[in-house]
């Protein structure tokens, strides 16, 4: 990896006892879309305001390319962001918004005037320059807030849940919109979401935070199929878990038994016969049998038709329940609660958690 | 149509609240026209006498153009300092900026005279009596609450994001506060700037206590007026601040619609 355009060593924040932030270690590399998420509470959003610098750290450093900006206040940052409630200024038109940072750094009122006509061209809003806010619709208004953040040029794009106060349509044509943008421009983006969806979208690499500590950092799909806790495993998408135990077997395939059921588990992971491991399961890679044909006999308890797919919730006995996606056009088998089906699954399937 | 007795009782009742606040107002009206050289009613006839006689009294307009220059003085300074401390409150948390408009409006609750004793001994100490800059000071301070309020509501809906947008843009706090945060309070600096000044040109209490002969406001002209000598110039003086009430008032409506 090269120099890293942003890299926070050790952060901690404290607000009372509480640990907002909990040595956060964390490199970025220049032009990449990074995305923090978590829960609420889980430090991303403190994480974001002190790279920001509107709050301090209490222990910890932050450099950008190597230059100490721990204590460097926002302004000489050089950092654009975008808010979740858009924070346009209210008062000015969105040409003297989007040219604020450019009147400020005293350019010229020719290049001012170019740079803004660029920016609002940038973000499809050329014909608004002289709309006041409150006359713009909330994506409107947030094309412009992030037509304002990117005028200057920053170092770096920061944007705190931009899309959160949009409806779900509009929420995703500007998720392609920001990939676009991140694309075309080259420029680094730090994205905050609570939202896995837009995480898993639009992200380069994802940094999963829970209690201001770093779960589990990587790119989408590495996060996806192998989360290595349970809290990765149940905020990013869905998971089933299993408790098992290992019988036998030396790796890759292990044979391991839960609940009285036999099943072998292919996985890089190193296991010990005897040892109790934790499993996550994905509900897409459960398959739905009809009964005897799969693994594990179970009824179903609740079906949630998602349109192209169709959720299946079913339970073993014992109570241990399952979630099944499966899709739609699958019409082998047309799952109505109280069926009796059996379910089963890849031996690769599984993730093998760490303990937590 | 039908009126129901419900809309007859509160619109009759809604006629006599007013009539209630503007009756004795409008009383000073035909005393004004009065042809009597005491205060009454017009005897044979109506007379311009009394506002003529305003407008060539070299006191008379004395005291008001003291009273206007006074008031815009303490508007103005009123004005920047609730401002400031207004949005300097907005600035801090909201718990502190609540505890501190409990304690900025302690001037309105107090009662005048307990003020203006305070004032008063005061003022003796630093020789402030009797000059026009005890009048303002004393006048700014009474102003002020009614400067802060209305900033700080016009703050109340104000994104807290907004400091945080411009200093991530590049502005530094003091161009955070000038180019955005009072542009946005500018409405109710308006407004705190017409209060404090109605509430300078009004005062009577405060004056009375720390002035003699040498500071004379139009108020004071108006109280001694009625004490020393039944002049019916009181009245014309009355029913002109009335008219220019109105006027300001059909202004500002005019305006907004």
Redesign the interface.
């Known amino acids: 990896m090269n120099t890293p355009i942003l890299s926070i060593k050790n952060a901690v924040k404290r607000y009372g006892t509480v640990n907002a932030l909990d040595g956060v270690n964390l490199d970025v590399a220049e032009g990449e879309f990074l995305t923090l998420l978590g829960p609420s509470g889980s430090g991303k959003t403190t994480l974001l305001s002190a790279i920001a610098g509107f709050i301090g750290l209490d222990e910890g450093t932050l450099a950008l390319r190597s230059n100490d900006i721990t204590g460097k206040p926002p302004e000489h940052r050089d950092f654009g962001m975008v808010f979740q409630g858009y924070a346009l200024f209210p008062t000015m038109t969105v040409r003297e918004n989007v040219g604020f940072p450019l009147k400020i750094r005293k350019r010229p009122a020719a290049e001012i005037k170019k740079r803004v006509d660029e920016a609002l061209e940038m973000v499809q809003m050329g014909a608004f320059a002289d709309r006041m806010p409150s006359q713009l619709s909330g994506g409107q208004q947030q094309r412009i807030a992030l037509a304002r953040a990117m005028s200057f040029d920053p170092q770096i794009l920061l944007l705190d849940e931009p899309l959160s106060a949009l409806d779900k349509k509009l929420r995703a044509d500007l998720q392609w919109e920001l990939k676009d943008l991140h694309q075309k421009l080259g420029v680094t983006f730090i994205y905050v979401t609570h939202d896995q969806d837009e995480a898993l979208s639009m992200s380069d690499r994802i940094i999963i935070l829970k209690d201001g500590a770093i779960q589990q950092e990587g790119g989408p799909n590495t996060l996806y199929d192998r989360p290595r806790n349970r809290f990765v495993a149940d905020f990013l998408g869905k998971s089933n878990f299993i408790e098992a135990t290992v019988t036998g077997g030396s790796g890759p395939t292990f044979h391991c038994e839960s609940q009285g059921t036999p099943f072998d588990l292919i996985t890089d992971e190193p296991c010990e016969q005897g040892q109790a491991i934790s499993l996550a399961l994905r509900p897409e890679r459960l398959r739905l049998g009809l009964p005897g044909a799969e693994l594990v006999p179970a009824t179903v308890k609740q079906v949630s038709y998602l349109g192209e797919r169709c959720q299946v919730l079913v339970v073993r006995e014992g109570g241990e329940e399952f979630l099944v996606s499966r899709p739609t056009w699958k019409t082998d088998i047309t799952p109505t609660p109280g069926l009796q089906v059996s379910i089963g699954w890849d031996a690769d399937a599984p993730v093998v958690l760490a303990p937590s | 149509m039908q009126v129901s007795a419900f809309r007859i009782f509160f619109q009759t009742g809604a006629w006599l609240v007013i009539a209630f606040l503007v009756l004795p107002i409008l009383v000073v009206l035909p005393i004004s026209f009065t042809d009597t050289s005491y205060i009454g009613l017009p005897k044979e006839g109506l007379s311009l006498q009394h506002y003529a006689n305003y407008f060539s009294d070299p006191d008379w307009l004395g005291a008001t153009w003291t009273s206007v220059w006074v008031g815009l003085v303490v508007a103005t300074c009123a004005s920047a300092l609730g401002t400031a401390f207004a949005i300097g409150c907005w600035f801090l948390s909201d718990r502190a900026a609540m505890v501190a408009r409990w304690v900025l409006i302690t001037p309105i609750l107090v009662p005048p005279v307990v003020q203006s004793l305070g004032f008063y001994r005061f003022w003796v100490k630093l020789g402030l009596i009797d000059t026009h800059v005890g009048v303002i000071l004393a006048h700014t301070l009474l102003a002020l609450p009614y400067v802060s309020i209305s900033v700080f509501a016009a703050l109340t809906n104000?994104?807290r994001?907004?400091p945080?947008?411009?200093?991530?843009?590049?502005?530094?706090v003091m161009?955070t506060v000038w180019?955005?945060v009072v542009?946005?309070a500018?409405p109710g600096i308006a407004t705190g700037f017409i209060f404090a000044f109605i509430v300078s040109f009004d005062e009577i209490v405060g004056v009375l206590f720390i002035t003699v002969r040498n500071v004379q406001t139009l108020p004071k002209m108006i109280w001694e007026g009625i004490q020393d000598n039944i002049d019916p110039t009181i009245a014309a003086v009355a029913t002109l601040l009335i008219a220019l009430t109105l006027l300001a008032t059909a202004i500002g409506v005019l305006r907004r619609s």
């Not at chain 2, 945080?164 to 530094?172: E, K, M, P, Q, W």
């Open positions: 104000l994104d994001n907004l945080r947008a411009a200093r991530s843009l590049g502005a530094s161009q180019a955005v542009p946005a500018r």
